[in-house]
Every structure is written in structure tokens, then in C-alpha cells.
């Protein structure tokens, strides 16, 4: 069961949620999976997805990308969710320490996923920790960007269907970092919320 860690309002009413457990448990319209541009799901968040969701989620990245061409970091794609208690995947790519420009393709990543949300008219979302994992992206760098990110885009789109957001962590040692930015991202700069 996955259990919300700590929450605050964004610009709009928006409620974010930081959790912690397993994202592929989530019951929200859609989560976003830390995928590759080839939306090949072997291996980690991308890897338990696939493998919860069934062979629905590959068939389906396989056919996205042979329509419309390797996945960037600001232009997610998207899957139905087969088995997952969710009804869509959001496919984002998360840029890879080292590769150069890292901060703006993280950003592109998480505007891009809720871009494609309020297309599809979502409500809820749930991300995971994209490229901290074996990507390697400081962890705490990633915390304060996703929040950032999360902030201007509800500060520039008003209309936003998005009612709830979502960081969704199953990793003790993450989560106490992504928690502990959080707090100081509240407390440093109360105009954030």
C-alpha cells in the first residue's frame, strides 16, 4: 500500500503528493515511467512495469515508435496500461548524467508527461524519480526540479485538469532525499506554494 509521505497545494488548488511505495500500485488515471527513447522496457521502473502491466505495454510502445520515431525528452509517449490498476503509462525520457544539458531535459521530461496529460485530460498522475535511478542524476538536483517543474506549469496553465500529482518513490534512501529538499523548498521560499 502506498502511503503519502508529505503534500502541499500547488498554484490552482492542485494537491501534490509525495509517496512512498510501489508505483506500479497506483490507481490514478496515468503514471510516467522512466523510459528510453527506443521505449525498450527491460530493466528497472520501466522493466516492473512492463512486467505488471503484460505484453499490452510493449506491443503498443513497439507500434508508438515505429509510427512516430524515437521518443525525445520533451515529447513523451504514451501507452495503455494492460493489467496496471491505472489506465495509461506516460513514457518519459529522463536525460543520462554526464550526456550534457541534464537540468533542461529533466525539466522537458516532467512538463512534457503533464503536458500530454492535460491532452488527454487526466486528473491524476503519478511520477516516479525519473533518471535517479541508473541514469545517475543527483538526487537532490532531480527533487528540486521536479518541483520547480510541477510549479510553473500550474502557474502557467490555469485551465489544467490535473487535480493530484504524484512523486512516487519505492526506495528508502531517495525518498528521504526527495522529503528533505522538499522541506527546505517549503520553508526557504514560502512563496513556492
Excluded at 543527483?138 to 518541483?147: D, G, M, S, V
Aim: hydrophobic residues 40%; negative net charge; contains cysteine.
Amino acid at each position: 500500500m502506498n502511503i503519502i509521505r508529505t503534500n502541499c497545494k500547488f498554484p490552482g488548488g492542485i494537491s501534490f503528493e509525495l509517496c512512498q511505495g510501489d508505483l506500479t500500485e497506483e490507481t490514478c488515471d496515468a503514471i510516467v515511467n522512466a523510459a528510453n527513447s527506443g521505449l525498450m522496457h527491460g530493466g528497472g521502473v520501466a522493466g516492473a512495469i512492463s512486467l505488471k502491466g503484460g505484453p499490452l505495454i510493449q506491443e503498443e510502445s513497439y507500434s508508438w515508435v515505429k509510427e512516430h520515431g524515437a521518443v525525445t525528452h520533451a515529447k513523451p509517449a504514451y501507452t495503455h496500461a494492460g493489467k496496471l490498476p491505472c489506465r495509461y503509462v506516460i513514457h518519459a525520457v529522463g536525460p543520462i548524467w554526464g550526456e550534457g544539458n541534464e537540468d533542461k531535459k529533466l525539466a522537458e521530461a516532467i512538463h512534457g508527461s503533464l503536458q500530454l496529460a492535460d491532452h488527454l485530460q487526466l486528473e491524476t498522475i503519478a511520477f516516479s524519480p525519473i533518471s535517479t535511478g541508473i541514469f545517475g542524476f543527483p538526487k537532490e538536483r532531480a527533487a528540486k526540479i521536479f518541483l520547480d517543474t510541477f510549479k510553473a506549469y500550474f502557474l502557467n496553465n490555469p485551465a489544467t485538469k490535473l487535480k493530484v500529482v504524484r512523486l512516487t518513490i519505492i526506495d528508502q534512501t531517495t525518498l528521504d532525499i526527495f522529503l528533505n529538499v522538499f522541506e527546505s523548498w517549503k520553508t526557504d521560499s514560502p512563496e513556492n506554494l
